[in-house]
Nanobody, 126 residues
Framework: QVQLVESGGGLVQAGGSLRLSCAAS????????MGWFRQAPGKEREIVAA??????????YYVDSVKGRFTISRDNAKNTVYLQMNSLKPEDTAVYYC?????????????????WGQGTQVTVSS
């Protein structure tokens, strides 16, 4: 069982930055791939970024709309995954969720995630 708690959301002007954090419970954090998802009103939830388990290397995934602006990272010593969001746009406004994908699951697909946080609101004003 993994419990996830997001923080760092808020209101920011277009062009600004926010850093989301997701703290995970449990001693097996480093065995999970981690992802950030978002859901805007009236829209389906979409994956924003994901980071694999760190072995000899790490793999990253970003949805096209955030490439070059968002950066996902993880600190296994702190059981925390981050999402640095720069050059924010009004269309980035959504509730952002972090999620954990067990080993062997498809970590680039929301169906591969078993554990979810409660979400944090990000609002970007124009």
């Amino acid at each position: 069982q993994v419990q996830l708690v997001e923080s760092g959301g808020g209101l920011v002007q277009a062009g600004g930055s926010l850093r989301l954090s997701c703290a995970a419970s449990g001693r097996t954090f480093n065995s999970y791939a981690m992802g950030w998802f978002r859901q805007a009103p009236g829209k389906e939830r979409e994956i924003v970024a994901a980071i694999s388990v760190i072995t000899w290397s790490v793999s990253l995934y970003y949805v096209d709309s955030v490439k070059g602006r968002f950066t996902i990272s993880r600190d296994n010593a702190k059981n925390t995954v981050y999402l640095q969001m720069n050059s924010l746009k009004p269309e980035d406004t959504a509730v952002y969720y972090c999620a954990a994908s067990p080993a062997g699951s498809s970590w680039r697909d929301s169906k591969g995630y078993d554990y979810w946080g409660q979400g944090t609101q990000v609002t970007v004003s124009s």
